[in-house]
């Protein structure tokens, strides 16, 4: 390859978004095949292509297509007493949350969980001095307008409201950019293979989606066949036929596996349970 082979291609790439008379979605269509072709010819990465390809998404994406569901949301109860806050936290991991007042509709703000370490040193801690405003959205926003909203105003978590103004679940900033860059892992996540299924509950166990089927025949006593297929994921979409969304529930051999973390592209974390058809 010359140097003014990548100048080249990105000056006739220009001229072809901006020459051709079809529809918007018949350039996107258009656009990413010859993106495709370039990572063929090695003028692109995957990661950069499929970086490229999770921008598009964004702008397809509505929040109702991400969002965490209402009930998979770690809520803090405003009525709760602090010693009770204080483990639930702990035992969620997360930064924020959204605390409520009386029903989980009644969303009075966010607690960060930093906030709590003042609780050490005030004798006279009130949680309600501490929490941060919340933000509303509705499910039909788009990812992409989303994204420039949390980038202006610095937030990181909207709540995500129905038609009827009832909370249907959460966003992050951070589920936004993993439609672009792919699963953003942080100090909580499962990072060790020998973490790949790990009980949070009883008979309940959360499972990254490269688990192989070996590994999954082992603990939970099925026998899925990894002659065509190796991971759970995999297996998962081949049933469905498609990539599932967060929150959806997919029943194998006697498993119930719950999508909670997944892009357009892939599932990361699933949470699987033996159903009564495994138990003794």
């Known amino acids: 390859?010359?140097?003014?082979?990548?100048?080249?291609?990105?000056?006739t790439l220009l001229g072809f978004i901006t020459s051709r008379e079809d529809t918007p979605e018949e350039k996107r269509s258009a656009l990413l095949e010859t993106l495709q072709q370039a990572k063929l010819e090695g003028l692109l990465d995957s990661d950069a292509l499929s970086m490229i390809e999770g921008v598009f998404q964004v702008s397809e994406l509505a929040v109702k297509d991400i969002l965490l569901p209402r009930a998979q949301i770690d809520w803090v109860d405003i009525g709760d007493p602090i010693t009770k806050i204080i483990p639930e936290v702990i035992s969620a991991a997360h930064s924020r949350f959204p605390v409520f007042e009386n029903n989980r509709d009644n969303v009075v703000g966010i607690l960060l969980a930093k906030d709590l370490l003042r609780h050490s040193i005030e004798n006279d801690f009130d949680i309600r001095e501490w929490l941060r405003p919340a933000v509303f959205i509705p499910e039909s926003k788009r990812l992409s307008v989303l994204l420039k909203d949390f980038r202006s105003n610095r937030n990181h978590l909207a709540i995500v409201v129905d038609e009827y103004g009832g909370v249907a679940g959460i966003v992050t900033i951070e589920d936004v950019l993993e439609q672009i860059v792919g699963d953003i892992e942080d100090e909580h996540d499962i990072d060790d293979e020998a973490d790949n299924i790990v009980l949070v509950s009883e008979?309940?166990?959360?499972?990254?989606?490269?688990?192989?089927l070996e590994q999954?025949?082992?603990?939970?006593?099925?026998?899925?066949?990894?002659?065509d297929i190796d991971t759970i994921a995999g297996l998962v979409i081949h049933q469905i036929g498609r990539v599932p969304k967060r929150g959806e529930v997919i029943q194998l051999q006697g498993l119930k596996c719950e999508i909670q973390r997944a892009d357009p592209r892939q599932i990361h974390i699933l949470i699987i349970q033996k159903t009564p058809l495994l138990e003794p």
């Open 216 to 227: 999954i025949n082992e603990v939970f006593a099925t026998d899925f066949s990894d002659e």
């Open 203 to 212: 008979g309940k166990y959360r499972v990254r989606g490269m688990t192989e």
């Open 1 to 11: 390859m010359t140097e003014s082979e990548p100048k080249n291609f990105f000056n």
